[in-house]
Structures are given as structure tokens and as C-alpha cells.
């Protein structure tokens, strides 16, 4: 049987880790995984392969390292037909930093600019490094096949206008302070599936992506280039999300400094991991939680409804970065892709002289994971399109591979 080549696809999260082995040419997803809810007492892990559905829950809390080691020992060794025709390993590493702005092979000198970005993703950087250094060490016949793939890559040629700060230049200049986007992957993702449905050519593609998970961004796209995104130095600009607060006036830190007499850190903690959804609502980070408490508590509809308010204002702000013809605006992520009060909310009388409506059938029954358009007959379309950062990931990975063997 001729042996196919598949990318292992590694995404750490900060207490999660997903995997996935795909064909990047015929898209298939033989094997795939997610850790969650690591260094916590209900650790768990669930996998999926030949469609067949598998869990495994601990009774410890388990580290990315004993994780990854239960992944290679257990599920790696069954399915070793699978495995063993496993070519490159793609990483998803959120921010490439200053130098770092497309897909890579991962050697030492790469592996220094992201440990330098880490002040700007303190959070998932030092994930993505683990996960590098796992396969590194582990399968050292691919230590040349490993390639990082950047979210903040797509946001490379944002004009100066749209990612400078007004704060003195050489913030930027000496210190790299700018806005620099995250969730590129997703958006990138989405860009190429819209250009598909849409039957239009990339750089001839007008549009508005608003990838809405835990964490939230949305990037305006004209002519198939990112000109602008809500995300800043770091992800917790923009949006309303889970536990951050996405934009606020920056005195709000000195206001807490002052008056509740609290450390940075601790108003670093306050505004990352208790704002947004959470702070809100006193409910919880997960949206479903908060939403389905909407019609019944007052907080939830405060913390839903800021989290539709910011979005329509950024969404009514990037239609004016389209320069008169928006192609399509997109929903995508876990909350894009299931909360029909979410596109409903942050779409409803935005309609540009009746432009852009959603068609509230088409908004609440549509097959799950599947592309869907949402609007009514005239609209500018609408779309639900599920994302894929690890089919992306594959695809970039693949290329970058056959790039760099014929250089
Ligand atoms: P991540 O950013 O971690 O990749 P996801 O894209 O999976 O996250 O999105 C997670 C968010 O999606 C959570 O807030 C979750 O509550 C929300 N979500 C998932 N399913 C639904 C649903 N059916 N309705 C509303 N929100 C949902």
C-alpha cells in the first residue's frame, strides 16, 4: 500500500492540548484529540479516529509532558498504521514577534524570536514552546520536519496607519509596541472558504471575519489582505471575551491602582482572567452558560448584550475599510458558529439601507459544521463557515516542507 504523508498537527493551549494527524491533499483527519482542563483535578483527554469515539478521564492532573506521553504510549502506538506514515509536524504558535511573520522550519534561531514574543503572549507562547520541545525530543528523525505556524502571520501587511498606537514612536520603534492580531489562522482559514463559496478571486475578496470563541477577534479583509483587526499588542484588546475585557480607557488601571490600592499584577489578573463574559455576569466564562441565562438574568443580558455591541461597533467601523463594496461578512468559532442571538444581536439594524439582514429562519436551522449563509434574499451575504485551524495548519505546514526540500 503506498504510504500517504500526513502532518501531525499540535495546538497547546494553556491547559489544553489538541492534536490532529490529516492529509493536507484529500483533507481527511485520520486521527485527532483534545486534552482539557490540564494541571486540574479532572484532567481528561477525548480522541477520535476511523470515527469512532474514545475518553479517557484521570485521576491526577495531568501536565502537557504526561499528557503527551500518555498520546505517544496509548493512542499513538494503537494506531500505528496511522502514525507511521506521520512526514512533519505542524505547531501553531500564536505570535511570531517582530521578525517571525510566515510559516517557518523550526531551528534554534526560531525557537529564540518566539521565547522573545513571549511578552506579548504570556500566556500561550510558553504552551507553544512546550509542544515544540516535546517533538523535538521525541522524534528527533523529524527534528528538521517541525514547522511553526503563526497567528499573528496574517496580520503582516496591516498598514502602519491601522497598527500604530498614538503613544510616542519609539515605543514602537525601540520596543515593538503595536498592534500585531491574533486568531490569524481562523481568519486566513475563513478568508480562502469564502473566496470558495463566494466563487471570487482572493485579492478581488471584501470582507469582515469575526471569529468569536473564548477568545474573540474580527479582521477586516480588503482585497483578500487583513488591513485591520481588533486585536492588539496582545489578545486582550478588542472584544468582549470569556475572562478578558477587550477594550477599555487605559486610566481604568490607574483608577484601580489608586483607589483599590492593587498591584499591576493583580489588575493584569483582573482585567485577563476575570473580565469579559465572566466579570460581567458573575456566571461563568463559557458563553453557552451565560446565554442561556439571558431572558432571565439580569447580568447574563448585560454581559451578552456588551459582547454584541462591541462587535456590531467594529463591524460597522470595518464596512467603512471596504471602500464601498463589502463581499461578505462571516461568523466563525465556537460561539459564531452556535449563537444565533449572537449574529442576530450584533447584526440587527445595521442594515446600510436595507444592505445587510439577517433571515432570522436561516439564522436559527441550519446543519452544524457545515457553511451556511444566514441573510435574506438581497443582503450582502451572511455566513456561518466552521473553522478549521488545523486543516490550515496541515496545508501550511505541507507547503512549507516541499518549499524549503527543492530550495
Ligand atoms: P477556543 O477559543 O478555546 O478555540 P471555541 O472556538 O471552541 O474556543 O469556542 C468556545 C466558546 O464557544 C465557549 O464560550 C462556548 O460556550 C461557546 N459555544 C460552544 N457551543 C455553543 C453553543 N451551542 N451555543 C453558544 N455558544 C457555544
Avoid at 137 to 160: G, M, Q, R
Avoid at 343 to 366: A, H, P, Q, V, Y
Amino acid at each position: 500500500m503506498k504510504k500517504k504523508k500526513l502532518i501531525l498537527v499540535l495546538n497547546c493551549g494553556s491547559s489544553s492540548l489538541k492534536f490532529s494527524i490529516i492529509n493536507p491533499d484529500n483533507e481527511i483527519c485520520y486521527l485527532s484529540g483534545i486534552a482539557e482542563c490540564l494541571y486540574l483535578n479532572n484532567s481528561q483527554i477525548k480522541w477520535n479516529c476511523n470515527n469512532i469515539q474514545y475518553q479517557k478521564l484521570f485521576l491526577n492532573p495531568m501536565s502537557h509532558e504526561n499528557i503527551f506521553d500518555f498520546i505517544l504510549k496509548k493512542i499513538f502506538i494503537t494506531e500505528k498504521a496511522i502514525f507511521s506514515q506521520v512526514v512533519a509536524i505542524g505547531h501553531r504558535v500564536v505570535h511570531g514577534g517582530i521578525k517571525l511573520t510566515s510559516t517557518t522550519i523550526i531551528n534554534n534561531k526560531v525557537i529564540n524570536e518566539i521565547k522573545k514574543a513571549i511578552i506579548f503572549s504570556p500566556i500561550h507562547n510558553p504552551v507553544n514552546l512546550m509542544g515544540i520541545q516535546l517533538t523535538l525530543n521525541t522524534f528527533p528523525e523529524l527534528s528538521k520536519k517541525n514547522v511553526a505556524v503563526f497567528d499573528t502571520a496574517f496580520y503582516k501587511n496591516i498598514p502602519k496607519k491601522a497598527y500604530l498606537y498614538a503613544i510616542p514612536y519609539y515605543l514602537y520603534h525601540d520596543y515593538g509596541i503595536r498592534r500585531y492580531g491574533a486568531h490569524g489562522i481562523s481568519h486566513q482559514y475563513v478568508m480562502y472558504q469564502t473566496s470558495v463559496i463566494l466563487n471570487k478571486k482572493i485579492n478581488q475578496l471584501n470582507m469582515i471575519s469575526c471569529h468569536l470563541g473564548n477568545g474573540s477577534s474580527v479582521s477586516a479583509i480588503y482585497k483578500g489582505i487583513c488591513v485591520d483587526t481588533s486585536m492588539g499588542l496582545t489578545p486582550l484588546e478588542g472584544l468582549v471575551m470569556g475572562t478578558r475585557s477587550g477594550d477599555i480607557d487605559p486610566s481604568i488601571i490607574f483608577f484601580m491602582y489608586k483607589k483599590l490600592k492593587i498591584s499591576i499584577n493583580e489588575i493584569n489578573t483582573i482585567l485577563t482572567f476575570k473580565s469579559g463574559l465572566l466579570g460581567l455576569s458573575n456566571i461563568s466564562s463559557d458563553f453557552r452558560d451565560v446565554e442561556s441565562q439571558y431572558y432571565i438574568n439580569k447580568k447574563a443580558k448585560y454581559a451578552v448584550d456588551v459582547f454584541c455591541y462591541r462587535l456590531k461597533k467594529y463591524i460597522s467601523s470595518y464596512i467603512s475599510l471596504m471602500n464601498g463594496v463589502l463581499d461578505g461578512i462571516v461568523f466563525t468559532g465556537g460561539i459564531g458558529e452556535n449563537s444565533p442571538l449572537v449574529r442576530k444581536l450584533s447584526i440587527d439594524n445595521l442594515s446600510l439601507m436595507g444592505l445587510i439582514s439577517i433571515d432570522e429562519e436561516k439564522n436559527n436551522n441550519f446543519k452544524k459544521q457545515k457553511n451556511h449563509f444566514i441573510n435574506t434574499n438581497g443582503s450582502i451575504p451572511i455566513l456561518v463557515i466552521p473553522t478549521n485551524e488545523e486543516l490550515a495548519i496541515a496545508k501550511k505546514t505541507k507547503k512549507c516542507i516541499n518549499v524549503q526540500s527543492i530550495q
